[in-house]
């Protein structure tokens, strides 16, 4: 070996950055989100004897308890709810596949942690598919709400055509949510019970057991800005009741919905790239 070879600097240690969210193949994330997807789904009820009815035991039982306090104990405001009931069980839906959607992704990612460290593939395959299990229960739990519209005697309407169009608000907040929470728990564990009070918060400050016409006025615009208040709102007007305000006009105008709207897109775009720079080194910090 020469002198100079001897006293050559050391080669210089590149970081090696580990897999990113998106992958750079849209394909291969679209199918890897759908195959986790269908098994999670699948895998959720299998051996179990009632299968799909515990998915839809939770929101009906939280509805009869809800149920029972307030049309028999405690009532609000001075104008009765149309099809209270009915109103009462379609909030509850919306509300807990946006829950399902948005607690389970918190800790997906360190739960998959055998996978992470394991196999090579877009990290963004862990919350989406998450939310597309949410999805798909909250598709189901709609087909039994619509079973109980259809028995409280509310008849058919071209407004029903709506549904599809509020879901995509709806999921593409909690995608929003999934992404920014699974993302940011790899290195704040306390993520986790924070994120539990806020959706106790959420819950109370979403139209579920009470019309936003008990809100002050003075506060009404501030309180619909909440995307899931204006997408359960705007299904009370489309599917339930005709007579009810539309979001726009719970909101004070078409012109606020933009605050909800913007919402929307700003956590999900927070949340996109909160995940896009933590992706490459999730495994590390695992």
């Known amino acids: 070996m020469s002198a100079a070879q001897a006293h050559a600097a050391p080669p210089e240690l590149r970081p090696v950055a580990g897999p990113s969210a998106l992958g750079g193949d849209p394909r291969r994330l679209l199918n890897l989100t759908v195959l986790l997807a269908v098994t999670e789904f699948r895998l959720r009820f299998f051996g179990s004897a009632l299968g799909y009815f515990w998915q839809l ?26 099809h209270y009931p009915v109103y009462l069980l379609s909030a509850l839906v919306i509300f807990t596949g ?19 460290r394991k196999v090579h593939f877009p990290r963004l ?17 709609l087909v039994a709400v619509f079973a109980f519209v259809l028995i409280s005697g509310i008849e058919p309407r ?37 994120y539990d009070v ?10 579920i057991f009470y019309s936003f016409e008990t809100v002050p006025e003075s506060v009404r615009t501030a309180y619909m800005s909440s995307p899931l208040a204006s997408i359960v709102e705007q299904f009370r007007h489309a599917v339930i009741d005709p007579d009810a305000a539309t979001a726009a006009q ?19 775009m927070l949340g996109l790239w909160v995940f896009q ?6 495994a590390e910090e695992l």
């Open 198 to 207: 806020v959706l106790q918060v959420m819950f109370y400050g979403t139209p």
């Open 277 to 282: 720079r933590e992706a490459p080194r999730v």
């Open 57 to 82: 035991a939770r929101p009906l039982m939280i509805f009869g308890v809800l149920y029972v306090i307030f049309t028999q104990v405690v009532k609000f405001g001075t104008e009765p709810i149309d």
């Open 98 to 116: 946006f829950a399902e959607a948005t607690s389970s992704a918190v800790k997906m990612v360190v739960e998959r942690e055998n996978l992470v």
């Open 250 to 268: 719970a909101i004070g105008g078409a012109g606020y919905l933009l605050i909800p709207a913007a919402v929307v897109v700003g956590v999900f």
């Open 125 to 141: 395959v862990i919350p989406l598919s998450v939310v597309l299990t949410a999805l798909f229960n909250l598709g189901l739990n």
């Open 158 to 194: 071209v407004e029903w055509l709506q549904v599809p169009l509020l879901l995509i608000p709806l999921v593409v907040f909690a995608t929003g949510v999934a992404m920014l929470l699974s993302a940011l728990f790899v290195r704040f564990r306390d993520v986790g019970p924070i």
